[in-house]
């Protein structure tokens, strides 16, 4: 019978690489899209290991692919804090680097006493889904990291937690929203099944932390092409300048439909932005002729309209 928790994490590895080069097409002179390419890959080498590691035949080649996957688990808390930091512009970090170079520094720490020696765990045993992790219980380096993991992954919730209330656009709080409710169930479980289940000698199935994070790396992805999530992607820094235009802005189809507005727009007709979508803009201006989509694309056809004062109708004064 094949092994089910090897072959999601192999797909769940494809999901990481995918999120990777996704990142780094949209913009790969980006910062936030460097980073989140580089905590995808961590989350890749991470599944990478542990699909190989469930698949081991001995116990040597399971320590080898243990050493592998702790490449993404020990570099990947720093740079979750370093993407939500950037994201949600976090001041802090920004006004005290030294604080995000330790993170980092601790990280790589954790890694060279992995490679070097054992961190997390003395052991292994089989299940019957593969082999899993007997850790130490009051190992010192052990409870280090894992203060370390819960530290990383709060600061870093918190930061968008704080961004998602504070922030005045609605698109960054439909961005935090996100990320938050795909990230708050994912760290749940995981905390459980990966620590507390270990810490009390359970081994009821092989940890599913790099399998459960695709979930988080999803909700990112949906953040990103749904909200257009700050800079991952080229246009933003334009978008950002129409959101806070005090003059309405329209964006409409050859056959005169509104493809595109900004919240400016929706105070001059008292409507949600999103509510004027998909509208022909005839029905905004029904008094204006001229904009009725045939005459308009018509006039502009002979010549260029550089300026038009117009008046809403008498449903929207």
Same mark, same amino acid.
Request: with cysteine; aromatic share 12%.
């Given at each position: 019978?094949?092994?089910?928790?090897?072959?999601?994490?192999?797909?769940?590895?494809?999901?990481? =690489?995918?999120? !990777?080069?996704?990142?780094?097409?949209?913009?790969?002179?980006?910062? *936030?899209?460097? /980073?989140?390419?580089?905590? @995808?890959?961590?989350?890749?080498?991470?599944?990478?290991?542990?699909?190989?590691?469930?698949?081991?035949? #001995? $116990?040597?080649?399971?320590?080898?692919?243990?050493?592998?996957?702790?490449?993404?688990?020990?570099?990947?808390?720093?740079?979750?804090?370093?993407?939500?930091?950037?994201?949600?512009?976090?001041?802090?970090?920004?006004? @005290? +680097?030294?604080?995000?170079?330790?993170?980092? =520094?601790?990280?790589?720490?954790?890694?060279?006493?992995?490679?070097?020696? &054992?961190?997390?765990?003395?052991?292994?045993?089989?299940? *019957?889904?593969?082999?899993?992790? /007997?850790?130490?219980?009051?190992?010192?380096?052990?409870?280090?990291?894992?203060?370390?993991?819960? !530290?990383?992954?709060?600061?870093?919730?918190? %930061?968008?937690?704080?961004?998602?209330?504070?922030?005045?656009?609605?698109?960054?709080? &439909?961005?935090?929203?996100?990320? $938050?409710?795909?990230?708050?169930?994912? $760290?749940?479980?995981? #905390?459980?099944?990966? !620590?507390?289940?270990?810490?009390?000698?359970?081994?009821?199935? *092989?940890?599913?932390? +790099?399998?459960?994070? !695709?979930?988080?790396?999803?909700?990112?992805?949906?953040?990103?092409?749904?909200?257009?999530? %700050?800079?991952?992607?080229?246009? /933003?820094?334009?978008?950002?300048? =129409?959101?806070? %235009?005090?003059?309405?802005?329209?964006?409409? @189809?050859?056959?005169?439909?509104?493809?595109?507005?900004?919240?400016?727009?929706? &105070?001059?007709?008292?409507?949600?932005?999103?509510?004027?979508?998909? &509208?022909?803009? @005839?029905?905004?201006?029904?008094?204006?002729?001229?904009?009725?989509?045939?005459?308009?694309?018509?006039? $502009?056809?002979?010549? +260029?309209?550089?300026? %038009?004062?117009?008046?809403?109708?008498?449903?929207?004064?």
């Amino acid at each position: 019978m094949p092994n089910i928790i090897a072959i999601l994490s192999i797909l769940a590895t494809g999901v990481f =690489v995918y999120l !990777v080069i996704y990142a780094l097409i949209l913009d790969w002179r980006s910062r *936030p899209n460097q /980073v989140f390419a580089a905590l @995808s890959l961590s989350f890749a080498v991470w599944n990478f290991g542990h699909s190989h590691l469930l698949l081991s035949a #001995t $116990l040597t080649d399971v320590w080898t692919w243990y050493r592998v996957s702790s490449v993404g688990w020990a570099l990947g808390p720093p740079l979750l804090v370093h993407f939500f930091a950037l994201i949600s512009r976090n001041r802090w970090f920004a006004r @005290s +680097p030294l604080a995000l170079a330790a993170l980092y =520094v601790a990280g790589f720490v954790f890694l060279i006493k992995q490679l070097t020696g &054992k961190l997390l765990v003395k052991d292994f045993v089989m299940t *019957p889904l593969g082999w899993d992790e /007997v850790f130490y219980f009051s190992h010192g380096w052990s409870l280090a990291y894992m203060t370390f993991y819960l !530290v990383c992954s709060l600061l870093g919730l918190g %930061m968008v937690w704080r961004w998602g209330v504070t922030a005045t656009e609605p698109r960054h709080r &439909k961005q935090a929203r996100v990320i $938050l409710f795909t990230g708050l169930p994912v $760290l749940a479980v995981v #905390t459980f099944t990966n !620590v507390v289940l270990r810490h009390l000698d359970i081994h009821l199935f *092989p940890g599913l932390a +790099p399998i459960l994070l !695709v979930i988080w790396g999803i909700g990112i992805w949906i953040a990103v092409r749904r909200y257009r999530l %700050m800079a991952l992607t080229a246009k /933003v820094a334009s978008q950002d300048i =129409v959101e806070t %235009m005090t003059d309405g802005l329209l964006l409409v @189809s050859l056959e005169g439909e509104i493809q595109e507005t900004n919240p400016a727009t929706g &105070k001059i007709f008292a409507e949600q932005p999103d509510a004027l979508l998909g &509208k022909n803009i @005839s029905a905004l201006f029904p008094e204006q002729e001229a904009l009725q989509p045939e005459q308009l694309f018509a006039q $502009l056809e002979q010549t +260029p309209i550089t300026a %038009m004062e117009l008046e809403a109708g008498p449903e929207q004064s």
